[in-house]
Structure formats: structure tokens, C-alpha cells
């Protein structure tokens, strides 16, 4: 049985200790993810959920900001027309310094592919158990996967969400038996057009950084990508728990696919900003990789998903990777020297996994 707050609504520093590991294993132990907690009908979030109330209080620090709006930005007429060109490469490199985010109308993706595939990670979530169970993993190695929380036994607190994982490392193609069937052409075909959009961007952030346009796809960005399909269940206490606790990516970049229900929120001069859902819109972010080799002229911004009682939410993640050593050299100059020592993705992956989502380090472990 999981502890519910119900059990011991105090605060948790006047409660007695409770088994937090037992509770986790209890939950994992079903692989029906919080999807699963929802259906038996509880009223009360497990405990396994529920923030620290230290962190809760912190968050009091920060204002949430109704008027401030992530850039947007249009890509249509690109490569049509110099000008066009030109402006979109100026709001990029604007966007990449000052938030870290952008949101991309007219990218060139249909919006019908866009629903085929927000649709496509719903049902699957909505699948029954055993079919679900069929892909529950926790092994970093699996390919696809479905499982709730990565950092489920690490984290202070659990998220309020499931998610479905495929990972493409090294230019890997899909392999499609390997997909769940019932979000298979969906999933394919969103991803074969995420990876020419991320191609797309890859050239207008090196024009952005002052070089050549092939600079970055030069240089393997992109080699591995990995998609996550989450799915965030309606909460009955969403002010004590989050659908995904404060974080960076820890890729190089980011294409993010979320429905019309919101709870994004991005750390922007020390508030949270929301995003709001703009149908058809794609939202993309820097993470740390892209941050460490631009030596920190892009920036990796704390974001978050608050609970919703409203819900499912859906939302792809697609991040795209690059095997790095440092700053790219070509930005590197004597009133600009290295900020960071070398990295290899893969150490700066294995480090990301063995601390919470919230609890990550981020790059200033790296940093000289
Ligand atoms: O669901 C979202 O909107 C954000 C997900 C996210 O930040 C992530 O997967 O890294
Ligand atoms: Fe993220």
C-alpha cells in the first residue's frame, strides 16, 4: 500500500519517517505508472509525490508571469529570400541568447502530423496494462520503453507523469516492429519530420553563432535522438507535486511537441514564464550541450510542467545529441576564452542519470 498525504496530512518534518524506498518499489511494482493510480480512483496523491515542503516554500521566490511570452518565431519564406533569411538567423541567435526557448510557427511539419502523433502517445498510454507491460523497462539500454518517472529512485519527489521513450543513438533508423503498434506510422512519421526540422535548425544556429551553415551538422550534432512521449494524468492535489520537476535538457537540443492544455513554464529573469499553446506551433530549447560548446553565448534554461487537475496532458520531447569535447574553437578567442573542460556526452549522460531530474548539477560541474 502506498502512504497517501490523507494518512498524515502534517508537515512532513513533524511526521515519523516512512518507508520512501518500499513506497517506490510499490508503485513501480505495478507498471501501470500514475495512469494506473488514477484509474483505481485515489483521491489523494501518494506520498512518493508530494514535494518537499522546503521546496514548495522556495518556489514563493519565484513570481509567475502572465505577460512576458516566449519569442516566436515564423519560419516560413526561409531559404525563399535573403532578407526573410536574414531576420529569422537575427531572431534565432536573440531567442538562443536571451531565453534559451523559442516557439516555431509555419516549421513546415502538418498540423495533422503533429495530432497523428500527440493522438498516437495518448493511446498508447491509454492502452490496457498488458499491453503496456509488454514495454515497462528500466534498462538504460532498451531501445523503446515505457516507464513512470526515469529518475524514480532518485528524485526528492516523483513526477506526476508516464512516458515512452525511443532512443536512436549513433544515426540509428527507426526500427519499426520495434514500436508499439498502435502508435507506430504516427510516432515514424512525426520523427522522420522532427529530424529534417532539426536539421533545419542546426543551419540557422550556426549562422546565428557567425559560421557556416553545415557547421554544426559538421561536427555530428544530432547524431542520437531520442523522443519521449509523456503522458500527465489529471491530479487531484496538484499544488503539492509537479508534472516534471525544475530542470535542464542535458542534450544539445530540443524539439517539443505539447497539446493545448499548458503547464510548461520556463525560468526567464527569475520568474516563470508559461507557455502558452499556440496550435501547430513547435517549441524549441538549448540544452547543455549546445550552451558548453557556444561557451555559454546559448543558453540551457531551467524549465518545468506544473500539475494540472485538468488532463492528460500530452507532450513529445525530442532531443537531439552530439558526441562533444569542448567549445566549438572557431569561438574561442582571447576575450573569449574557454569557460568549460572537456566533455563527452555520454559521461555527461551517465552523471545526469544517477541524480534526480530536479538535482542535476548542469554544467557548472564542468565548468573551469
Ligand atoms: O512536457 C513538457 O512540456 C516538457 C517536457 C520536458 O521538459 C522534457 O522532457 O525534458
Ligand atoms: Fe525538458
Redesign the pocket.
Known amino acids: 500500500m502506498i502512504s497517501s498525504m490523507k494518512e498524515d496530512s502534517l508537515p512532513e518534518a513533524t511526521t515519523q519517517k516512512y518507508d520512501r524506498i518500499k513506497d517506490l518499489k510499490a508503485f513501480d511494482e505495478t507498471k501501470a505508472g500514475v495512469k494506473g493510480l488514477i484509474d483505481s480512483g485515489i483521491r489523494n496523491i501518494p506520498r512518493i509525490f508530494i514535494r518537499p515542503s522546503d521546496e514548495i516554500a522556495a518556489d514563493q521566490k519565484y513570481s509567475n508571469n502572465t505577460q512576458l511570452h516566449i519569442p516566436v518565431i515564423d519560419l516560413s519564406g526561409i531559404g525563399e529570400d535573403d532578407d526573410k533569411h536574414k531576420k529569422i538567423v537575427g531572431q534565432v541567435k536573440r531567442a538562443s541568447k536571451d531565453w534559451g526557448f523559442f516557439q516555431l510557427v509555419n516549421h513546415g511539419i502538418s498540423e495533422n502530423v503533429l495530432e497523428g502523433m500527440l493522438d498516437g502517445i495518448k493511446r498508447f498510454h491509454e492502452e490496457d496494462a498488458d499491453v503496456k507491460l509488454g514495454f515497462h523497462s528500466r534498462d538504460l539500454m532498451k531501445k523503446v520503453k515505457y516507464s513512470s518517472n526515469v529518475d524514480l529512485y532518485r528524485s526528492t519527489a516523483a513526477n506526476w507523469?508516464d512516458?515512452l521513450t525511443v532512443s536512436l543513438p549513433n544515426f540509428d533508423p527507426i526500427e519499426p516492429l520495434d514500436l508499439p503498434q498502435i502508435c507506430r506510422d504516427s510516432t515514424i512519421e512525426y520523427i522522420n519530420e522532427a529530424t529534417k526540422l532539426a536539421q533545419t535548425l542546426l543551419e540557422l544556429l550556426s549562422e546565428a553563432l557567425g559560421l557556416k551553415p553545415e557547421h554544426l551538422a559538421s561536427i555530428e550534432c544530432g547524431k542520437g535522438r531520442t523522443f519521449?512521449g509523456?503522458y500527465?494524468p489529471p491530479c487531484p492535489e496538484p499544488e503539492l507535486t509537479m508534472?516534471?520537476g525544475a530542470?535542464t535538457?542535458p542534450a544539445f537540443l530540443?524539439i517539443?511537441l505539447?497539446d493545448q492544455i499548458g503547464?510548461?513554464q520556463i525560468l526567464h529573469q527569475n520568474q516563470y514564464v508559461n507557455?502558452q499553446p499556440l496550435a501547430g506551433s513547435l517549441?524549441v530549447?538549448i540544452g547543455d550541450m549546445l550552451q558548453m560548446i557556444t561557451n555559454d553565448e546559448f543558453i540551457s534554461m531551467d524549465?518545468?510542467?506544473v500539475a494540472n487537475t485538468v488532463g492528460p496532458?500530452i507532450?513529445?520531447?525530442g532531443?537531439f545529441s552530439v558526441k562533444v569535447y569542448g567549445p566549438i574553437k572557431e569561438l574561442i578567442s582571447e576575450e573569449n576564452p574557454t569557460k568549460y573542460r572537456d566533455i563527452l556526452l555520454s559521461d555527461y549522460m551517465l552523471k545526469f542519470l544517477k541524480v534526480g531530474?530536479d538535482e542535476n548539477l548542469g554544467l557548472d560541474y564542468y565548468k573551469l
Do not use: C
Open positions: 507523469r512516458s519521449i509523456h500527465y508534472g516534471a530542470h535538457d530540443t517539443l505539447q503547464g510548461l507557455v517549441i530549447n524549465h518545468r510542467v496532458r507532450s513529445v520531447a532531443f531530474l
